[in-house]
Nanobody
């Protein structure tokens, strides 16, 4: 059984920063990818960022502002979010997946609100 626990969400003013964390626990087999997605009210879930080994990729709306990183020893992925905008307001979800081992897990989500 694998659990993903996100933390770090909250209320921040436009232009501010937040760092999200997602800690994975349980039987985790490599190789795998860890990623962040987000879902705003009334909208579909949107890809934010992904990390796999030394490879990273970002959604167009966050490129240059968000940075994804990973601590493999702690099975934890981070999302550093800078220059936040009101349109970044959403519930942010952590994802852990492996096509090799055929698993796909989601965290419970953490709310990020960008507002003055």
């Amino acid at each position: 059984q694998v659990q993903l626990v996100e933390s770090g969400g909250g209320l921040v003013q436009p232009g501010g920063s937040l760092r999200l964390s997602c800690a994975a626990s349980g039987s985790i087999f490599n190789p795998n990818t860890m990623a962040w997605y987000r879902q705003a009210p009334g909208k579909e879930r949107e890809f934010v960022a992904i990390i796999s080994g030394g490879f990273t990729n970002y959604g167009d709306s966050v490129k240059g502002r968000f940075t994804i990183s990973r601590d493999n020893a702690k099975n934890t992925v981070y999302l550093q979010m800078n220059s936040l905008k009101p349109e970044d307001t959403a519930v942010y979800y952590c994802n852990l997946a492996s096509s090799t081992w055929n698993y796909n897990y989601w965290g419970q989500g953490t709310q990020v609100t960008v507002s003055s």
